[in-house]
């Protein structure tokens, strides 16, 4: 039997563990819900708004697939099925990258955008009604001060082992 010795414990302090805990288990089931939400509303999995999101927001709607795969915090290769689906679909395509033979960008298409504009309301009424009414506007801030500097030493860490 496997027992977690008290120093182990202690290492992290008892509020810090308590806020982690409850970080995950809010993700957790906050996702779940804006995911189910959006199935059966608009019939598009989370993961697939997500990559339709930030392609909205880049230069000219497209990433190259490692930057794509960074944002959506995926693998390469997870990445690569996700695309492949929704270029199937029509919501994205691929083009090479002019510069980098070996690079390929993912684009999205004029579909994909009226996918993106179809589904938003109801991605966007389940964050108000999951996630954001139930913060002040001061909870708020401080929630994204502290996640912007947490996320910002994860990638700064991960971005050291590669």
């Not at 497209?62 to 390469?76: F, N, P, V």
């Amino acid at each position: 039997m496997f027992t977690l010795r008290e120093s182990t414990i202690t290492s992290v302090p008892p509020a810090q563990l308590a806020a982690w805990r409850a970080f995950l288990e809010a993700h957790a089931h906050t996702t779940e819900i804006l995911s189910r939400e959006l199935k059966a509303e608009e019939d598009l999995p989370l993961s697939w708004y997500d990559v339709l999101v930030h392609l909205n927001e880049a230069d000219d709607h497209q990433l190259r697939m490692q930057e794509l795969a960074d944002r959506i915090l995926l693998s390469k290769s997870g990445l690569t099925r996700l695309i492949d689906r929704m270029e199937r679909e029509g919501l994205v395509l691929r083009s090479a990258c002019p510069s980098d033979r070996r690079g390929t960008y993912a684009e999205l298409t004029p579909h994909g955008l009226e996918t993106l504009r179809r589904s938003a309301p109801t991605h966007l009424r389940g964050v108000r009604d999951h996630f954001a009414s139930l913060l002040t506007e001061e909870e708020a801030e401080v929630l994204e001060s502290a996640l912007d500097r947490i996320a910002a030493a994860a990638r700064e860490a991960a971005q050291g082992s590669r």
